[in-house]
Structure formats: structure tokens, C-alpha cells
């Protein structure tokens, strides 16, 4: 018999299938996903593959199998999602089944590890230093080379599992650690991801009459057996998750395994206790990157040796190893993390639907503002819309006030708080109630706008506001490529002021400090929460009433429940409204509406106060008058009119390399070869010319990218699968000296 292998090589040269003998003793082993160990070329160590075809003869002499591994392997339905993706998200086949192996895969099985009070862990310093002296060839030693691998696919890792999985030794780290590429620490740990005991029950709850339409419609489709696709629509507190509980506890008593996936930001005990208060501990999986490589991989094991029956994770937990699928729920679908930004790039949703219906078995997005693209998706029948327009535990709406930011400046308010909001503040310490203050600091900083009347500038050809290139002194669009000199007067009023973007978390606290220095803030932002379970508990000292007034970014925003929380400060609307991104609008809407839900989930009635210098902009008259109907009208409108996503895709063709003539000649000639394809073929796309991407230098490489409008379908597929190929016969991307990147509707332009 003869094994198809793939060998486990981000090479491009090397993502091809290699025929390998399957030596008899070794026949009963070998499947469709099993690990091989091969001879490949004239390399001297063994080679690690996957098996993903059996065949009974080749046409070409080959070479023996040296050794099969079993534990890890995959299965036959993994292998072949593992060939769909590379095709989908043109990369190689082994870089997909690399996301759906056990986490730290080696030859070595992994059993009874102790729990140590205090472990070490390894760190990496510097990740762009190591990966670039990794490119340079200047790790000698393979053990060292191993660790430093490990460590940047991994992050943080004890020193133990980090000896385990790489199978090195001790010196091979302090060597490193001595070259100061490495830091070693000691810390507390506690090897279970469910940090407390949850020591309440749950009982399942009377469904209200939306709640139940929702969840008959879809346990019919499981009861049948049947893919369906379902958006459940249904405003903050409308009792979604109720719903998701049910259908997980229907597959449970047929016997299924449920996934839910969620953001990562919001995988904090809180969410995972609601389940576990419901199905207990046992029957629980936990898997998201906050976890240690140990935590991981026992959570994966409690997966495939069928334990447990429910998942709950962030994107790559949808690569699981689940057998007897019943269901999949992706809570806050529209959250850009689904969405993979590095190689595969792939959609954690379009795997999802895959999935789902390769196993005949419902696939569920909720959102209290859905994506548009799921939306257009329901209005073009691909997916049944299931709405919730009431609070499940009859909670208020709050009331949502707009603050005109230009009036306080002509008001000779300097502060990053107008007086309303301040007032509102004050009564609110008085009243013991909690506020939250909320910074947008997506698109930040990098844009300019006129104090005096909000005129931001635009690109004539794009509508997307021009972004501040410090460098050169110009803005710029990150679409088409237009530029002018910055503004010092602005061409709507005439008023010199012109003031760039951005402010930070760290001097709200400071203002609100010196204004109420009686009360207790705590500050939640990347600095603050970059520690393991520190993000967590901020948000549980914050519900325990430890302080009054939480001060963060984005990360406040994601489905909290904080009853005593009355008031939703918003300082300025303004950063993701002027964002250099076609989603500007869309995603404004989202994070104000999120954030709005926060204010009043218990008995008060909530406020909500936005501050903004765009207070006629129709995302923020929409917030306003809590009427997302009109919200997502106008937008999808919009949408059409300037030929946006959903109703085309954008497709990014990347190039980067240390070497700024290359990076433009290799984008150029790629350039140069689609253009010829589509006027030859006749290719119904928009292709736009290559260009240096918004960033034009990341880690010390270049970046030029070509934009291509277009409706994804197989032509494309085919197309741009036929232009990676081509990339690979240009001599730099083939000695490696610049890099192709092909991404589909990026959620980030940059
Ligand atoms: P969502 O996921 O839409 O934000 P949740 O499921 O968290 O909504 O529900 C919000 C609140 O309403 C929770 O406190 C939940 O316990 C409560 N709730 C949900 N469904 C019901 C119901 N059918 N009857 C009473 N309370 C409910
Ligand atoms: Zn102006
Ligand atoms: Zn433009």
C-alpha cells in the first residue's frame, strides 16, 4: 500500500502531496491522518507528515515509511477540512492541520504531570529580534532553535512543559536565557482553567414567547438532522444566551458535542460559569491563548477522549477534536476575532458552516448587532433571521443623550468631559450607583479633525477618512492611494482649529482623579490587562463594587453584567467613526450600542451619555434613537452605492520583504500578471494597482499590496490560487527574499 503524504513545511515548494511506501508491519497503523516520520530528499533527520490518502500503488520508486504515530492523528473529516482551507485561504495544506493538532504536538506523550505550586516560565524577549535572527541562521544548536520556535507559536510556557514538548534540556534554555533572548520567571500557578467553584445551580428557564419561536426553529432543523443556518438577532439582555444553553443541553441528551465559540476578550469565568452552573465541570471544555500550554493540552485531551461534551472557546477552538457533532453557536459573530489576521487567514465562521454542514447539524450566530454580511446572508435566504426585540428579564432600555462636543469647546471646556457628563457623574456617586466611562480607541490617532465644526477629510474617490502620515506630513488614503497636504484651515469653516487624534485612558483617570477625588476608579486597557487573569479581575472587583467608576477601551465593552452599573459614559465617538476603514460606520454603531447595553441590566433605569464632535452622523443619530433598522438600511445603501463588502469582497494580495526595490517589483509583476489575466479572460473583478500598504513597514519589512473588488467564488479561488503559484516563479519569493500573503475581506485594511 502507498501512503500520500504531506509534509509539515510552510515551504511553498513543499506543499504537495509525496507518495511513500507503507511497510507491511506497519499497515494495521497507518490511516488516513496518522503522523509519519519520512526520509524526504537528502536530508539527515526524519521528516514529520501526515498521511491524507491511502492508495494501493504509485507509478514512481519510493522510499519506506521509517515510523507511524498514532495518538496525535487526525481524523479523515479533519484532513480533508485541513485540504478545503488551503484552497480557500491559499496556503499549505500542513499549515491548516498544524491549527487542528493536539496544542504543543511531539513524539512524546504527555501523562501526569504534577501540579507545582511555583513553576518556572519562559518567555521570549524580543519576538521580532528572534525571528529575525532566526532568519539569518544564528541558532547553531537545533535544541535552542526548537525552544525559540516553540515559543513564539506559543507564547508563555513553563519551564517543564516547555523541556517536555520541545524535548530539549535545561542547559539548551539557560544558554539562551544567557544570550538574553529568553527570560525565565518564577510564578504561582494553578493548573485548571476554571480558576473558582462554581457552587450554584441553574435551572433551565420558562422561555418567553420569542425566546421559544427562536429555539423551535432550530431544534427542528436538529431533530431533523439538518444543516440550517440561523442569526438570532436580539437586543443586549434578550436572553440569547438562554437560548444557547437549551440547544446545547438538546445535544447533550441526544448524545452530541456542542461548540460555542466566543471572543476572547469575553471567555472570562463569568461567561463559562453561566455553563457550568447549568452542566457542571466535567462535561466543559475551556480553550482559548490565555491558557497554558499544559491547560491546553489537557482541555484538548478532555475533547477527544469524549469527556467533554461542550466547548467553549475563542476562534481556533472551532478546530476541536469533537466527534458526534450536534451544534455550533458563535456568540457576538460580529467580532472581528473570528477572523484570522496571520496565515491560514481563515474565517472562523466559514469553517463553521463546513463544519456544520459536512455533519448535517445547525450553525447559530447571535448578535445584539450583527455583521452586515450575516445580515445580507439572511436577506438572501442563505440564513433564517430569528429576532428578540424585548429584554428577557423585562429590564429597561436606557436613555441614550448626545453631547455636542464643539459646544463645549466655544463653552471654553478644555476637559475631556463636558459638563453634562460631569454632572451625571456627580449624581451618580451620590446615588452609590457604578458608571462606566468608555474610550473608542479603534482607528486612533491617526487622523485629523476641525475642533470647531468635526469636518474630517475624506478621500474624493473613497469616502474613508485620510489617515496622518507623520513621515512625509501628507494624508493619505489607504484605498486608492490618493494624497494631499495636511490641513492647517479647515476648507468647511475656516477655523485654524485643526487638532490630530487621540487620547488616552491613562489621562481620563488622571482628569477624573483631580474632579471627583473621592471616588475609586479602576482603569481596564492593553497596559492593565496584559497579565494572566488580570483582565478578569477588574471586571470582578469592579461587580463586586470595589470601585465606581471603570475607565477602559474596547475591552469594557463585550457582555458584562454589571446590575448596578447607571450610567455609560462615551468620551468621544469619534475614533472609530473616522477610521480609514469601510466599516467605519458599522462598527461605531456596534460599540456604542454594546456599550449602551451595559448601562441599567438591573432594576434602575440606565443613562447613557455620548460625546461626539459628528453628532449628525446617521451611526450616531441611530445609537440615538435605538432604531438599528435604520442603522443597517442606510448602511447597506451605502454599501451598494460605493461597492463595499457585503455586497462584493475585497480581496488583499500582500507582499513583503526587508528590501523596499524587491517588495515593489515583485507587487508590480504580480500586478502586471493579473492584469493581463483578467483583460485576456475577460474576469469580472475590480483591480486596483499595486500600492505600498497603509503601514508600509512592519518589523523591519516592506509592504505593497494589490486591492481586488470582486465576488469570491471558485473562479476566484482558481484565480488566486493560479497567482501564488505564479509568485512562487519569481525568483525572490523563491529564495525566500519576499513574501506573498493572499487575505479575503480582512477585518484590518492596514
Ligand atoms: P443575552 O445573551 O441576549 O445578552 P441573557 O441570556 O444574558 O441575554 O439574558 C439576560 C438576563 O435575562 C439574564 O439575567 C438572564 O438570566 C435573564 N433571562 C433570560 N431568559 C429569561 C427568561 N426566559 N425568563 C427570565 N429571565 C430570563
Ligand atoms: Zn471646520
Ligand atoms: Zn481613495
Redesign the pocket.
Known sequence: MVAEIILNSNAKELNKVFDYNIPETMAYKAMVGSRVFVQFGNRKQLEEGFIIGIKESSEFKLKDIEKIVNENGLSEEKVELAKWMARRYFCNVSECIKLMLPPGTTTKVIENRVKEKNENFVSIIDEAIVENDIEENKFKSAKQLRILKFLLDNGETNLADLLLFTDTTRDAVKALEKKNYIVIEQKQVERNPFLHKVEKQSRK????EE?QNAYDEISSKMDKNKYGEYLIY?????????IYLQLIEKALNNNKTSIMLVPEISLTPQTVDRFIARFGEDTIAVLHSKLSIGERFDQWNKIKNGQAKIVIGARSAIFAPVQNLGIIIIDEEHDSSYKSESTPRYNAKDVARYLCDENNVPLVLGS?TPDTSSLYRTMKKQSVLLR?NK???NAKLPTIEIVDLREELSKKNKSMLSEKLQEAIKENLENKKQTILFLNRRGFSTFVMCRNCGYTAKCKNCDITLTYHKSTNKLKCHYCGYETKVITKCPECGSENIRYFGTGTQKLEAEINTLFPEAKTIRMDIDTVSKKNSHEKILTDFKENKADILIGTQMVVK?H?FPNVTLVGVIAADGSLNMNDYRANEITFQILTQVAGRAGRGEDVGKVIIQTYNPDSFAIECVKSQNEEMFYNTEMRLRKQLKYPPFCDIIVIGVSSKDEQITMKVAQSLHKYLKDRVEKENIGIMLYKALPAPIDKIKNKYRWRILIKCKFGEDIIYLMNNTMEKAQTIKYCKNRDANISIDVNPTNMI
Open positions: 428557564l420558562k422561555f418567553t425566546q436580539g437586543v443586549t439582555g434578550s436572553g440569547k444566551t438562554e445584539a428578540l429584554r428577557a428579564n457582555g453584567h
